[in-house]
Nanobody, 124 residues
Framework: QVQLVESGGGLVQAGGSLRLSCAAS????????MGWFRQAPGKEREFVAR????????DYADSVKGRFTISRDNAKNAVYMQMNSLKPEDTAVYYC?????????????????WGQGTQVTVSS
């Protein structure tokens, strides 16, 4: 079992920045790819970014490309997402996810582990 705990969410004005963190604990000896998803009120959960176990490969949703950067520190069992130039449409609950299969972190279906989420609110 792996436990994921997100932090770093909050309220920010449009154009501002936030850095989300996700700390993993438990069975962290396995090689997990990590990802971020978000869900806005009344909308389905959507993919934001994912990163391979070694950190050598990263992918982003078109809506955040060029503004968000995902990174990880395996020594600390943590994954991060730097969010710049935030827009009101980025407002959502952001979830950290982990799975040994990078592929499932594109859709979220069948992901092994999820965090509890952190709220990000961007005011206009």
């Amino acid at each position: 079992q792996v436990q994921l705990v997100e932090s770093g969410g909050g309220l920010v004005q449009a154009g501002g920045s936030l850095r989300l963190s996700c700390a993993a604990s438990g069975r962290t000896d396995s090689r997990y790819a990590m990802g971020w998803f978000r869900q806005a009120p009344g909308k389905e959960r959507e993919f934001v970014a994912r990163i391979s176990w070694r950190g050598s490969s990263a992918d982003y949703a078109d809506s955040v490309k060029g503004r968000f950067t995902i990174s990880r520190d395996n020594a600390k069992n943590a994954v991060y997402m730097q969010m710049n130039s935030l827009k009101p449409e980025d407002t959502a609950v952001y979830y950290c996810a982990a799975d040994s299969r990078l592929s499932v972190l594109l859709t979220g279906r069948g992901v092994d582990y999820w965090g509890q989420g952190t709220q990000v609110t961007v005011s206009s």
